[in-house]
């Protein structure tokens, strides 16, 4: 079994920043991908940001140039540095991480979110 865990999320003006943080446990061999989605007005879930387990990250280009995904793969953990935040940021944001088991198959395993408010 496998737990993700969302840390960071809050309300902050436009222009601000806040890290968001997400970490995986219990039975992992290696994860290949974590990332992030959001789910804004309208509930669609779309993709954020990813990273690989040897850091190569790809973003959105919603978010290119503001946002910044990085990895602590000792830690099973991700980050998502947003900077420059816009109302239009306002979601919930998922954490995902794509796990493979001591036995068994590859899987994803999601976070509950954390709510991010862009507003003054």
């Known amino acids: 079994q496998v737990k993700v865990v969302e840390s960071g999320g809050g309300l902050v003006e436009p222009g601000g920043s806040l890290t968001l943080s997400c970490t995986a446990s219990g039975d992992i061999l290696e994860i290949t991908y974590m990332g992030w989605y959001r789910q804004g007005v309208g509930n669609h879930h779309d993709p954020v940001a990813r990273?690989?387990?040897?850091?190569?990250?790809a973003l959105a280009d919603s978010v290119k140039g503001r946002f910044t995904i990085s990895r602590d793969n000792e830690k099973n953990t991700v980050y998502l540095q947003m900077n420059s935040l816009k109302p239009e940021d306002t979601a919930v944001y998922l954490c995902?991480?794509?796990?493979?088991?001591?036995?068994?198959?590859?899987?994803?395993?999601w976070g509950q979110g954390t709510q991010v408010t862009v507003s003054s």
């Open positions: 995902y991480a794509d796990v493979v088991p001591q036995e068994g198959d590859q899987s994803t395993y």
């Open positions: 990273i690989t387990s040897k850091g190569g990250p």
